[in-house]
């Protein structure tokens, strides 16, 4: 049985009987063919007998910041580009994620989308929809050491 995205927004696992929301899912971790589903509010993460790759291309909105992690971006605290080619996601729970190089184009593209139109009820969820961060701007505060020198 494969994962299937329903119309009220939750997201049916296979091996769980009670369907997930997907504004619930923080991110999905990539283990070979497994996948740990990290909610919130849930310390221990669901282990699926799917591949990430399934899961990505159920859920658009989510970020593929690399092979092994597909983020929900409604739970990024900070966007950092430390460079051209390095990249760093931060959780609101502090998890740290490095985006991929061939990835980082795509991910900033995604990330400029979503604050334009969220999906699954993900506004609700997303605290800087509501409040401004401590730079006093709206979405994810974006770090960038470019053209420092260093």
């Not at 399934?54 to 597909?70: K, M, P, S």
């Not at 993900?122 to 994810?140: E, F, H, I, Q, Y």
Request: glycine share 8%; net charge positive.
């Amino acid at each position: 049985m494969k994962p299937i995205l329903l119309d009220n927004g939750y997201l049916a696992i296979p091996g769980y009987r009670t369907p997930q929301p997907v504004g619930q899912i923080r991110w999905l971790e990539g283990e070979g063919n497994y996948t740990r589903i990290h909610l919130s509010g849930q310390k221990t993460p669901l282990l699926v007998s799917q591949t990430l790759k399934e899961f990505d291309q159920l859920l658009a909105e989510f970020l593929r910041a690399n092979r092994g992690a597909l983020i929900n971006p409604a739970y990024l605290r900070t966007v950092t580009l430390i460079n051209s080619k390095n990249m760093t996601l931060t959780l609101l729970d502090g998890e740290l994620i490095r985006v991929a190089r061939r990835r980082i184009e795509e991910v900033s593209t995604k990330l400029a989308a979503f604050e334009e139109k969220p999906k699954f009820g993900l506004n609700r969820v997303r605290p800087w929809a509501t409040r401004p961060d401590s730079t006093g701007t709206k979405g994810p505060s974006v770090k960038s050491n470019l053209g420092t020198a260093g």
